[in-house]
Structures are given as structure tokens and as C-alpha cells.
């Protein structure tokens, strides 16, 4: 890689193989997932192959009025590059062409779209494992509809953590060479504060300096913690989850020998982050890094799961069901997931050693 982390083109190197899912049928996920195959700019990047239903690839090319001839291969075909024009899917034939329209109408919950969006997952996980590619780029799922499918799942995340094994399945945003980490996630604000403990934030600064470590080449990388009250509580004016848990915690991890900086208030914290003052940054709740990371590139914010022994990144958005079908949705996001797994592929090994399956799916 070059200094600023983007893949090096090595003349006689094969680029990494990356398996773009599709996502929800019913969604814009194939309509992306055709315009990603099509970028002239990726070949050269990374070998893609899609994952999932050659029926709703064909629907979401012919969606985008995209010439495109789908070649349905399994594994061992990845080495063989298909002709010009043509792309290829490890098919999962959840639905015939003539049935599509009917089964998985666009913009529409259901269990046939739920399943169908599972079993390329699953699909996608087991030739990752397998080193049949060396990374998944997953395009949205729709959470009810892999409900109504049977998964037990709360979504992405959750289900790639049971599939692979992994323990603590966790999220990283990478966006402008900044790395983001969530203390909490999917929670309310006001139950993200109360979940914020002197512990669970040690946690989530170790897991997060972790992640620097195995996705970064800095022998030694700095995280910033960020604060949550403004002005970082002025002493306790504004609040006092600094002083009585941020503070501890990080003192806690500079004593263990990290290299670790903060709570910095919020409002300057990613700023400084994105002009390469720190590695990573730590932010508490779901909008708190959302909103820096999205408000500073929101097509150019990749979601990428650590923890697991492979490696996966996604588009930071959803199923779209408004504009499924119609050819408008926008693919930049989907292109930038494929560009950063091409540039964390090395970082593979790295991974796999530092968390391998610990859990053993079947029981």
C-alpha cells in the first residue's frame, strides 16, 4: 500500500478477490452490486464476483439498463476471468427469472427476499472461510424480511458473528483514512449513557486499539477517546461522565501501555482525527460517529467488521425500497466498500490470527 493506505499496483500481482453480496433482492442491493461489476476503475483493484440470485442480478442490471451476461460459476471458477461484458455470481438459484417478479416484487418485505439475501450470505461466509475469496463486500439487507425468513438475527453483524464463530463481532467506520469505534450502537442516547461504565468503555478501547493494530500499519497507533457532554463537561459543569468514567478508563488503558489520548470533546475530536492526528477515534453512541463520519463523506464511509477470522465491509446505508427498481440508486458507496476490502485484504492473516472462530456454530 502507498502512504496514504490505498492498494499499490504490483505489475504481476493478482488483486485480491472480493464477493459483493446482493443484499435484499427487493432492494437496491443488486442494482448497486451490477453498477459496482460494470466500474471500469475495479478490475485492476480487485477481482469481484457477486453472491446471491443470478435472477435478481439480471432484474437489477436490466433496472440500470446495463448490457450485462451473467455467468453463474462455483469456486473453482473465481481464476477464470469471464469475457468483456460478462460478470460472474456464485449462485444460490433462489428464484427463476420468470419468477422473480412475482416472489420478490421490488420495494416489498417478504420471507422469499429474507432467504434469499441469507443464503448468499451464508454462500458468501463459507468460500471466505474457505479461501476461495479473500473478502465480502456486502450490499443491504432488509431486517424484516430476514425476520420473516427465520433468522433469529438482529442483522449483519450479529448473523456473520454466529456464522463465523466470532465471540465479539463489533463495527469500524473507515472513512478518509480515519478509523471510528462505537462504544455502544444500536441503543436509545438515553440508554447509551447509562451503559456507559468505567469497564465497558476499558473494552471498547482495547478492542478498538486492537483493530488499529491488525487493520493499520503504525507500529504504534494513537486513539482518541472522544467526550460526550459538551465542551467535554467543563470540569463537570456539563456533566460528569467524563470525570467519573471516560477519564478512568482511559488512565486505566495508558497504565496497560496504550497509546491512548482523551475524553477531547466531541465537536473537535473527529476533525482532528480526519487531519491525521489520531488513528481511531472511540465515539459512545450510534449518531455521535455516524454523523462526523457521514456529514464528512457519507458515499465514502465504509462499515467494517472486526473481530470476525474474515474479512467484511459494507455500504453504510440501507435497502432503499423507495427507489428500488427504478435505476437512480446511486453505487459510489458500494464501489468504496470494494476499494477498502481490496486495501485490508493483506491484513487477512492479521485477523485470522488475532480472532479466530472460538465458537462453534453448530453448538
Same mark, same amino acid.
Given at each position: ?24 433482492? =427487493? ?23 457477486? $453472491? ?9 442490471? !436490466? ?40 416472489t420478490m416484487p421490488w420495494g416489498r418485505v417478504g420471507a422469499p427476499a429474507g432467504a434469499a439475501a441469507l443464503a448468499a450470505i451464508r454462500l458468501a461466509v463459507r468460500a471466505a472461510e474457505a479461501g476461495a475469496v479473500d473478502a465480502i463486500a456486502t450490499a443491504p439487507i432488509n431486517k424484516e424480511s430476514i425476520w420473516a425468513a427465520g433468522a433469529g438475527q438482529l442483522g449483519h453483524t450479529e448473523l ?24 455502544? !450502537? ?13 469497564? !465497558? ?20 497507533? $494513537?486513539?482518541? $477517546? ?18 467519573? $468514567?471516560? =477519564? ?5 488503558? !495508558? ?62 446505508h440501507g435497502t432503499a425500497f423507495d427507489i428500488a427498481g427504478t435505476g437512480v440508486a446511486e453505487y459510489a458507496s458500494m464501489r468504496e466498500a470494494v476499494r477498502t476490502a481490496a486495501r485490508f485484504a493483506p491484513a487477512v492473516p492479521r ?13
Amino acid at each position: 500500500m502507498d502512504h496514504a493506505g490505498n492498494p499499490m499496483d504490483h505489475a504481476g500481482d493478482p488483486p485480491p478477490v472480493v464477493a459483493l453480496t446482493l443484499g435484499d433482492p =427487493a432492494g437496491i442491493g443488486p442494482e448497486i452490486v451490477a453498477r459496482t461489476l460494470a466500474d471500469p476503475g475495479l478490475p485492476h483493484i480487485a477481482r469481484c464476483v457477486a $453472491v446471491g440470485d443470478a435472477a435478481a442480478l439480471r432484474r437489477g442490471a !436490466r433496472a440500470c439498463g446495463l448490457e450485462m451476461k451473467v455467468r453463474s460459476i462455483d469456486t473453482a471458477g473465481i481464476g477464470t476471468r469471464p469475457e468483456p461484458g460478462v460478470v460472474d455470481i456464485l449462485d444460490t438459484a433462489a428464484v427463476t427469472d420468470a419468477e422473480i417478479a412475482d416472489t420478490m416484487p421490488w420495494g416489498r418485505v417478504g420471507a422469499p427476499a429474507g432467504a434469499a439475501a441469507l443464503a448468499a450470505i451464508r454462500l458468501a461466509v463459507r468460500a471466505a472461510e474457505a479461501g476461495a475469496v479473500d473478502a465480502i463486500a456486502t450490499a443491504p439487507i432488509n431486517k424484516e424480511s430476514i425476520w420473516a425468513a427465520g433468522a433469529g438475527q438482529l442483522g449483519h453483524t450479529e448473523l456473520l458473528g454466529e456464522l463465523t464463530g466470532a465471540a465479539h463481532p463489533d463495527t469500524m467506520f473507515v472513512v478518509g483514512g480515519l478509523k471510528i469505534f462505537f462504544t455502544t !450502537r444500536h441503543a436509545s442516547l438515553r440508554t447509551a449513557l447509562d451503559l456507559l461504565t468505567p469497564e !465497558r468503555v476499558d473494552a471498547a478501547i482495547t478492542a478498538a486499539h486492537q483493530a488499529l493494530r491488525v487493520f493499520g500499519d503504525e507500529p504504534d497507533p $494513537v486513539l482518541a $477517546v472522544a467526550a460526550v457532554n459538551p465542551h467535554g463537561g467543563e470540569g463537570g459543569a456539563f456533566g460528569d461522565e467524563e470525570i467519573e $468514567v471516560l =477519564a478512568p478508563a482511559v488512565a486505566r488503558a !495508558r497504565d496497560r501501555g496504550l497509546a491512548v489520548v482523551g475524553p477531547i470533546p466531541a465537536d473537535s475530536v473527529f476533525h482532528q482525527g480526519l487531519r491525521g492526528r489520531w488513528a481511531g477515534v472511540l465515539s459512545h453512541f450510534h449518531d455521535q460517529g455516524h454523523i462526523a463520519a457521514k456529514t464528512f463523506d457519507f458515499d465514502g464511509t465504509v462499515s467494517v467488521t472486526v473481530g470476525l477470522p474474515i474479512l467484511r465491509t459494507s455500504v453504510d446505508h440501507g435497502t432503499a425500497f423507495d427507489i428500488a427498481g427504478t435505476g437512480v440508486a446511486e453505487y459510489a458507496s458500494m464501489r468504496e466498500a470494494v476499494r477498502t476490502a481490496a486495501r485490508f485484504a493483506p491484513a487477512v492473516p492479521r485477523l485470522r490470527a488475532t480472532w479466530p472462530r472460538t465458537v462453534d456454530p453448530a453448538g
